[in-house]
C-alpha cells in the first residue's frame, strides 16, 4: 500500500497569507494525486488533480506541484472562505489512500 | 451530475446495514465508483471501489471480507453491503465517483473523485 505522510497536521493563518501543505508519498506514484477542501457538514471538495490541474470552479489561489514523490498544496491570499481541513489522495494503485488531513485555523 | 444516497443509521455490533447511492447528470456505466467514510473526529478513509462494469471490486483491508461494493448499471445505483459491523465502523459515507480513470488486475487508476454523495451517518453500537 502507498502511505501519504501530510504535514503539518495544522497551522494557524491570516487572511491573506500564502499557505503551503505537502504530502509525501512512501513511493512513486506518477502524478496520481489529488487534494480536497473539506469543511464540517458537507461533502469534501475536488481542489486539484493529476498533481497540478486545477479542477473547474476553484479559485486560482489555489495550485499544485509536484516533484518526485513530494507533492505540494498552495493556497495563495488565504480568504476567509478557506479555512477548512484539506486532505490529499493518491489514486495510483488501491487502496487509494489519503493524507492524514491539514486543519487550517484562524490565526 | 449528482449523487444521492439513502441507507444508513443505528445498527447493532455484529449486525448488518445497506447503503444506496443512485446518480444522475452523468454516463454512469462509464465510470467506476467508491465509497469513502469519516470516523468523528477523524480523517478520511477510503473504504472501497468497483470498476465501471462492476466486474472488478477492491476494499480497504479494514473492511475486506464484510463489505461488498456492487452497482446496477440500469437504474444507475451503487451500493454497500455492510455485514459483521464493528462500533469502530461507525462514520459518515459517501458514495463518490473519481473524474476519470480505470481498473485493471489488481488495481485502479484514477484522478480524484469530483463528485460526491451528501453522506449518510451509520453508527454501530449497543
Known amino acids: 500500500d502507498i502511505h501519504m505522510t501530510q504535514s503539518p497536521s495544522s497551522l494557524s493563518a491570516s487572511a491573506g497569507d500564502r499557505v503551503i501543505i505537502t504530502c509525501r508519498a512512501s513511493q512513486s506514484m506518477s502524478n496520481y494525486l489529488s487534494w480536497y477542501q473539506h469543511k464540517p457538514g458537507t461533502a469534501p471538495k475536488l481542489l486539484i488533480y493529476a498533481a497540478s490541474s486545477l479542477e473547474s470552479g476553484v479559485p486560482s489561489r489555489f495550485s499544485g506541484s509536484a516533484s518526485g514523490t513530494e507533492f505540494t498544496l498552495t493556497i495563495d491570499s488565504l480568504q476567509p472562505v478557506d479555512f477548512a481541513t484539506y486532505y490529499c489522495?493518491?489514486?495510483?494503485?488501491?487502496?487509494?489512500?489519503f493524507g492524514q488531513g491539514t486543519k487550517v485555523e484562524v490565526k | 451530475v449528482q449523487l444521492l444516497q439513502s441507507g444508513g443509521g443505528l445498527v447493532q455490533p455484529g449486525g448488518s446495514l445497506r447503503l444506496f447511492c443512485a446518480a444522475s447528470?452523468?454516463?454512469?456505466?462509464?465510470?467506476?465508483m467508491s465509497w469513502v467514510r469519516q470516523a468523528a473526529g477523524k480523517g478520511l478513509e477510503w473504504v472501497s471501489i468497483i470498476s465501471d462494469d462492476g466486474t472488478a471490486t477492491y476494499y480497504a483491508d479494514s473492511v475486506m471480507g464484510r463489505f461488498t461494493i456492487s452497482r446496477d448499471n440500469s437504474k444507475k445505483t451503487v451500493s454497500l453491503q455492510m455485514n459483521s459491523l464493528r462500533v469502530e465502523d461507525t462514520a459518515i459515507y459517501y458514495c463518490?465517483?473519481?473524474?476519470?480513470?480505470?481498473?485493471?488486475?489488481?488495481?485502479?487508476?484514477?484522478?480524484?473523485?469530483?463528485?460526491w454523495g451528501q453522506g449518510t451517518l451509520v453508527t454501530v453500537s449497543s
Open positions: 489522495q493518491q489514486t495510483y494503485s488501491t487502496p487509494w489512500t
Open positions: 463518490a465517483s473519481p473524474r476519470g480513470g480505470y481498473c485493471s488486475g489488481s488495481s485502479c487508476h484514477g484522478q480524484g473523485f469530483n463528485s
Open positions: 447528470g452523468f454516463t454512469f456505466n462509464s465510470y467506476s
